[in-house]
């Protein structure tokens, strides 16, 4: 069984920054994806940003060049760093990670979900 734990959420005013951190653990073979998705109220899940175990990285439009993702392969943590925060940026932030374990290849995991509220 794998678990993500994230922490780092909270409340911001426009124009702020806040930084989500997940940390993976359990009987991990190997980190592949690890990503930060977010859902709004009565929207639907959306990646935000994401990166490869190579640091291949990826985002959303809505963030390029205001958030940051980064990982620690060793640690099997990622982090994204959120900058110029604005109210459209409200939700609740999922970690998710792809890994394979010695039972189970390749099976997505979530964390329980870390809310940020940018107040405008």
């Known amino acids: 069984q794998v678990q993500l734990v994230e922490s780092g959420g909270g409340l911001v005013q426009a124009g702020g920054s806040l930084r989500l951190s997940c940390v993976a653990s359990?009987?991990?073979?190997?980190?592949?994806?690890m990503g930060w998705y977010r859902r709004a109220p009565g929207e639907q899940r959306e990646l935000v940003a994401g990166?490869?175990?190579?640091?291949?990285?990826n985002y959303a439009d809505s963030v390029k060049d205001r958030f940051t993702i980064s990982r620690d392969n060793a640690k099997n943590t990622v982090t994204l760093q959120m900058n110029s925060l604005k109210p459209e940026d409200t939700a609740v932030y999922y970690c998710?990670?792809?890994?394979?374990?010695?039972?189970?290849?390749?099976?997505?995991?979530w964390g329980q979900g870390t809310q940020v509220t940018v107040s405008s």
């Open positions: 998710a990670a792809n890994v394979n374990t010695v039972l189970v290849p390749s099976k997505t995991y």
């Open positions: 359990g009987r991990i073979f190997r980190v592949n994806f």
């Open positions: 990166i490869n175990s190579e640091g291949s990285t």
